[in-house]
């Protein structure tokens, strides 16, 4: 134990001394504005519990792209859509590097996953192919067209039990288990888990959202690298634990399926006998089991839980203004007719519903920082200095919030522009195109694609109430903050149906 804490005390006094180095070469250089950083922790002390709001409250001081000390690590945060374009499209190429949080790094993650390999790498390359045209292409959207639908239906027939007994539905679980299964069922062939088996369906969506919580908490080991082997918080070993659990249910899918080819079973055609078949052009080799199994941990954790918030977050604004939900049903009445089941192709049609999948965008976004990057070269932005090797982040829910932008950004606002086919647009339109999202690019996200149908069919065939404890003291809309954002207190919500 002595050693430990003497082995501590030499990391922070190298800490500190890097930190005093780099505090008086970066006050030379011609960094963006900001606060000014105290010795040693920088502006950790800022950032609080929600990073994303308090960031915004600096970035309203201090202007769109701003820079602090956090700890030993210099960042960059771009605040407004502007200065979002500079760093997503004007200067791309300088950061499309991941800056690979260290809890990623966790059963050597960050060596095989997409999402955090340096882009354009071999590997990096031949996943993003594969997934590109065999996951994600819209021919192969369009294929599991009935598999959204089946699943959907199944969704109906588990809420509409639930009413019968009068009982209130978990918003949140019952989603999350829907795009799981969705997911499952296009990748694996099979269901990974069962909407009126609560207890299994919880115990999946507590481990799949402990991936975005671990790898965006704040890690004392992001903020001073030269402590980070010691996993100061146990985020990384958190992540361990995660990773070892998704990797059994993985691994066994890959075993029962690897037994089927062997014994001569007609192939199941699906992504993961795609993957298992994969040879690479230049080399001949397939994905190696850790690169398949980083692979599926990347798809399962960004695939549910994102889909999961965004119809958490729309139910509950939905359930608190009565008549943004009439108007959605009204829409829906009027656009379907006697029809029960909603296809894929009455989307279209449903402006104002796509307004309300917008506005939930914007006020909840899945991602509210986004993934941080990295600069890979010293580069110029609107005048000012980002060095390389400097973290950039972009914070994606001030631009949401942003009051030259947007009339009452505060307000949950649909479809009250008058010719623009139901949707809310900012007040200097095209300049906030960074942070819109238009239907024609949500059809090419299979996500979204289930955001809308599992939507609209929850609001066309229930009506919907909060439980009378939630009605008296109100919906609590406080939200966790990790990589992606959710809702602090799971809604609740009683249907009945239609």
């Known amino acids: 134990m002595e050693l430990f804490h003497l082995y501590t005390l030499c990391a922070i006094l190298i800490v500190s001394s890097l930190y005093l180095r780099f505090f008086f070469a970066g006050s030379r250089r011609n960094l963006p504005p ?28 201090h202007g769109p792209l701003m820079a602090l000390r956090l700890g030993a690590v210099t960042t960059v945060v771009a605040s407004s859509a502007d200065a979002a374009r500079d760093v997503l499209q004007r ?100 269901d990974l888990a069962d909407l009126d088996d609560r207890g299994a369906s919880g115990e999946f969506m507590a481990v799949i959202e402990e991936f975005p919580v671990a790898v965006g908490a704040p890690n004392l080991s992001d903020f001073f690298p030269a402590i980070a082997s010691l996993d100061p918080q146990r985020l990384r070993a958190r992540l361990v634990r995660v990773f070892k659990k998704l990797h059994a249910i993985f691994d066994e899918q890959i075993e029962r399926r690897m037994q089927e080819r062997a014994a001569g079973d007609p192939p199941k055609n699906d992504f993961l006998d795609l993957l298992l078949d994969y040879r690479g052009v230049e080399d001949g080799r397939g994905f190696d089991r850790q690169t398949l199994l980083s692979l599926l941990s990347d798809l399962f954790t960004a695939g549910t839980d994102t889909s999961a918030s965004t119809i958490e977050w729309a139910m509950a604004e939905l359930l608190q203004s009565p008549s943004l939900m009439a108007k959605a049903r009204d829409e829906l009445a009027q656009a379907l007719g006697p029809k029960q089941e909603i296809e894929e192709s009455d989307v279209g049609q449903l402006k104002y519903l796509q307004a309300i999948v917008k506005e939930t965008f914007r006020l909840h976004p899945p991602a509210p920082l986004l993934l941080p990057r990295q600069a890979e070269t010293t580069t110029e932005i609107r005048g000012y200095t980002v060095p390389k090797g400097t973290r950039v982040l972009v914070n994606v829910w001030a631009i949401g919030r942003d009051r030259e932008l947007w009339a009452e950004p505060e307000k949950f606002v649909c479809g009250e522009v008058p010719g623009e086919e139901g949707d809310r647009f900012p007040r200097q339109g095209l300049r906030a195109r960074a942070v819109w999202v238009r239907p024609e690019d949500m059809s090419r996200l299979a996500a979204a694609r289930m955001v809308h149908l599992m939507l609209s069919t929850l609001l066309h065939r229930f009506e919907w109430r909060l439980p009378a404890d939630v009605e008296r003291n109100g919906v609590d809309m406080s939200e966790t903050f990790g990589v992606t954002m959710g809702m602090s207190t799971p809604l609740q919500a009683i249907a009945k149906p239609i």
């Open 34 to 61: 900001g606060p000014r950083p105290l010795p040693l922790v920088g502006n950790l002390l800022d950032l609080g519990a929600h990073p994303h709001r308090s960031l915004a409250r600096l970035a309203a001081r």
């Open 91 to 190: 200067h791309d190429a300088a950061f499309s590097t991941r800056c690979v949080p260290d809890a990623a790094r966790a059963c050597a993650h960050d060596e095989h996953s997409m999402g955090w390999l340096p882009p354009g790498s071999p590997r990096w390359r031949a996943l993003r192919k594969v997934c590109s045209a065999e996951l994600f292409a819209p021919q192969r959207l369009d294929a599991h067209q009935s598999l959204r639908r089946d699943k959907v239906q199944r969704l109906v027939s588990h809420v509409a039990g639930l009413a019968r007994q009068g009982a209130a539905v978990d918003v949140r679980r019952v989603a999350f288990t829907t795009a799981l299964n969705l997911l499952s069922c296009t990748i694996l062939s099979a």
